[in-house]
């Protein structure tokens, strides 16, 4: 596949979006940020001290939440501050439409009509169908998730109710912050302020975590989106990083000013999450070396590192190549 392509389809998210400015929101007062709670104190301090480094290196704001699943350490940097989605709000508009499907309301196998006014412009693999062609569901939702396909996703945000429906649903599911702003009623400052969604690095890993507890929607419901969360077209940045042979879910998102990446890990020794998010960025690049992009490596390298000291991992010369 050509770089182009790639491209194109890594622009996801960028839907009626002019611009992406942070607005700054108040950070929970439960704990001050960069506390870690079941961590030792030294050891704890120096992840945050080392990620802190690497956020304040990047031209532009970042937003990094890390947890350890096991043994309770966190890292909190902005982590509850809003940031712009780009084509994360796809995992949480997956979440809201298997919520249709537990009710009834869809199937998951129910046929679809593709129709040509459907197209969003770009190089998506479902814009490439002709017109008044049959595809069903699951794959819709497969091609929204894999290869963040903008077609596929504005199909499954109508399909899920609209924004209005899903905003409601992350309300009444605990997600305060998180929100669909495109082609959402009541929102056009929110869309012009963060383009297609809004989320804070903290939320985008609990709604991570909340399917891998089997807890979003139903224990069922759960395990398929994990499913498809696992299937990543785009593991250039923060999954290169991490072993192969080491299962992860994760959704991915990018728009000129800004880059984003929320993992969860299945490591050896214990489950581990992190979100990153990056706004305002200067490097506004498309390529391999875009900042944002090299923050996405390092932070998943110095994660993987941390807690799993005993398995390092480096990719192998030559990868640079597939990515």
Known sequence: MSYS??????????????????????????????????ASQPEASQLHEQLRKLALALPGDVGIYVRHLDSGEEVRIAADTLFPTASMIKAPILGALFDKIERGELSYRQKLTYTIDRLYAGEDLLGSFQADQVVTLDKVAMLMITTSDNTAALWCQELAGKGTQINQWLADNGFAKTRVNSRTQGRKDNWKQFGWGQTTPREMADLL??????????????????????????????????????????????????????????????????????????????????????????????????????????PPPGSERYR
Not at 6 to 25: D, E, Q, R, W, Y
């Open 5 to 38: 392509l790639k491209t194109g389809l890594f622009m996801a998210g960028i839907l009626f979006a002019s611009s992406c400015t942070t607005a700054p929101s108040e950070p929970r007062a439960s704990q001050p940020e960069g506390s870690q709670p079941g």
């Open 209 to 314: 975590v909340a399917i891998r507890d089997r807890r979003l929607v139903s224990p069922a419901a759960s395990e398929e989106m994990q499913r498809c969360l696992s299937r990543i077209y785009w593991d250039g940045e923060a999954l290169s990083m991490i072993p192969p042979n080491v299962q992860t879910i994760s959704k991915q998102g990018a728009v000129s000013q800004s880059r984003s990446e929320a993992v969860l890990v299945h490591a050896p020794h214990g489950d581990y999450v992190f979100c990153v998010i990056t706004n305002n960025q200067q490097d506004k690049s498309w390529g391999r070396d875009n900042q944002g992009y090299v923050l996405l490596r390092e932070v998943s390298a110095l994660l993987w590192q941390h807690f799993e000291p005993t398995s390092p991992y480096t």
